[in-house]
């Protein structure tokens, strides 16, 4: 049974119109600055959430917010990169890759800059401004845990294919990039009594990023 709430509306306005986009669009800004304009010239450069939208991966960020199950999962329009145009050939795809977790990443730090500040000055806010500075902060916290899985198509998998020997990254590359989003699929299915074995790996991190980042 779907449960539509305030909170559960301003959870996924979250993801669609900050949080997505501002993840694509350092993908693109990182890629162009690099040398590739691939991203630019499909007019991905950009942090208008209306270009990063995916029908499909913002339907399913829908029901899964609303179905109250505590799993959250969709995505945005993957920013699309020639690795062959970047200058540095070796590197750069790793750059590209990384740079959106990390700007998800910057908007949890600075999401848990204004908590620590209240909770030091003891400023008393809202309850309403509470829910959203720390959902906030643990949407941006997933998004950046969740993209460093080394899963194709998440951004972990460069870092993965980068540290590997030649041989075995293009004999992996050419397995995961095939079935990575099944094997995904497989780990977000709730088939252990605690829930998904990817909520069961990826939710103890998530919760010690976001305590560290509170300073609790």
Do not use: C
Request: aromatic residues 10%.
């Amino acid at each position: 049974m779907f449960e539509i709430t305030p909170e559960t509306i301003f959870l996924v306005a979250v993801f669609l119109l900050i949080a997505f986009p501002v993840h694509e669009f350092a993908h693109a800004f990182v890629a162009w600055r690099l040398g590739d304009s691939t991203a630019k010239m499909f007019g991905r450069l950009t942090l208008n959430p209306v270009v990063h939208f995916d029908p499909f991966g913002g339907l399913m960020l829908a029901i899964s917010a609303l179905s109250g199950s505590g799993l959250i999962f969709g995505w945005a329009k993957p920013t699309p990169v020639n690795p062959s145009n970047l200058r540095d050939r070796r590197n750069g795809e790793v750059w590209v890759s990384l740079a959106g977790p990390a700007s998800n990443l910057v908007m949890a730090a600075m999401a848990a800059v204004v908590i620590r500040v209240i909770i030091a000055l003891h400023v008393t806010i809202p309850r309403e401004a509470q829910i959203v500075l720390i959902q906030f902060l643990q949407v941006n916290v997933l998004l950046a845990v969740f993209n460093l899985l080394p899963i194709p198509p998440l951004d972990g998998s460069a870092l993965l294919f980068r540290v590997l020997p030649a041989r075995q990254a293009w004999q992996y590359r050419q397995v995961l990039s095939q079935y990575g989003f099944i094997i995904l699929i497989i780990l977000i299915i709730p088939i252990l009594p605690s829930g998904s074995v990817l909520g069961t790996v990826v939710g103890p991190i998530i919760n010690a990023v976001t305590r560290f980042l509170v300073g609790q």
